[in-house]
């Protein structure tokens, strides 16, 4: 796999993140690498705990903010909401229409789910019942939806030829803002900054744009983003970094204050991505992708430490983290939803596969050292 990087930038956001030190000098450098055989850590890091049966294939799995709940979806439009400590069924709101996406309020109080039908559903989870619909929200579907932290405020992305980004305020259920033209064609994803500063919108048209959130004005535009699309986006904790994970292969991250690449991981996993995720602590990075495939890496050194191309028998749709790090729940088509213990504390890359990159003083050209 290959890391293009910027040295100092990727000095800077490993700091940013997990506080490590490094010795990198100020240059650009590309730095590849090819392993015979995966680097793994000496046991596989995932535990499969129980599963919670649905009457379908189950697209969408996550822990609600306080990890009381898990709420899950299915092809048939069901929502289920689970409680994890009994591991039984709470109670199920039905959709009506295909669900395109679907987010969490940061206060675990609502769900929101785009629809392809173009509406826009809230659920409330304390009095488990449909509150308000916004109807005819986008053209050619809603198909992608956010909260904003410490508020009341919906994001929502339209499809193709609405390209249009919208704010609704829930408690006031009305539209009270938009960005007209966000992009050309379908807004897939949005991802907000946990501190509420910054939007970030993904699109068909294979291009990420970085938005202040409260200005609504475009930031930056990043072009020709992946080889394909971005299909998941993600803030870093601190807001400094934004990771995008494309159809197949390859994990960007982007500087938002240098407003550029930082550096790239190629997925030894290429397939459609389902998922991406990262540890509360934002030391792992984490992607799940179809044909049920699992990568982790620690981003203390860029290294994959897990990689496995076939944890289940089964197509893996979809996957969240609980709020402390510390369990996994998977969505697959055998009508599964999977909770998994997740280990990562002291993890040790296996001697035979450990790789330690070293530049010279003065040369661009980097010497590969087997330790």
Known sequence: FFFFFKQKTAYEMLRSLVGSEMCIRDRLLLVSFFCASLVTIQSNPLKQLYTLEEPDQVERAMFTPDDKHIITT????????????????????????????????????YIVTGGRDNTLRIWSLVDMKLVHQFIDAHRN?????????????????????????????????????SIKEAHLLNVRVLAISKDGKYLASGSDDNTIKLWNLETRELIHHFKDTHDCLPERLIFTSDSKYLISG???????????????????????NYFTMRSLILSPDNKFLITFR?????????????????????????????????????????????NLARVWSLQLDGVSLSKENKFKVEAMEDELDLSLIHI
């Open 74 to 109: 299915n092809v048939l439009n069901v929502i289920s909401v689970w409680n994890v400590s009994t591991k039984t069924l709470v109670g199920t709101f039905n959709n009506q229409r295909s669900i395109a996406d679907l987010a969490i309020s940061p206060d675990g109080k």
């Open 290 to 334: 179809s044909k049920a495939s699992v990568t982790i890496w620690n981003l203390q050194n860029l290294e994959v430490v897990f990689s496995q191309k076939k944890l289940l028998d089964s197509e893996l749709l979809g996957a969240g983290i609980s709020s402390d790090g510390k369990y996994l729940i998977t969505g697959s088509s055998d």
């Open 246 to 268: 494309g159809y197949q292969g390859e994990v960007q991250f982007w500087d938002v204050d240098d407003r550029e690449r930082a550096f790239s991981l190629e997925d030894p």
């Open 141 to 177: 579907g809603a198909l992608s939806v956010a909260f904003i932290p410490d508020s009341n405020i919906i994001v929502s992305g339209g499809g193709a030829f609405d390209g249009s980004i919208r704010f609704w305020d829930i408690q006031k259920k009305e539209l009270i803002g």
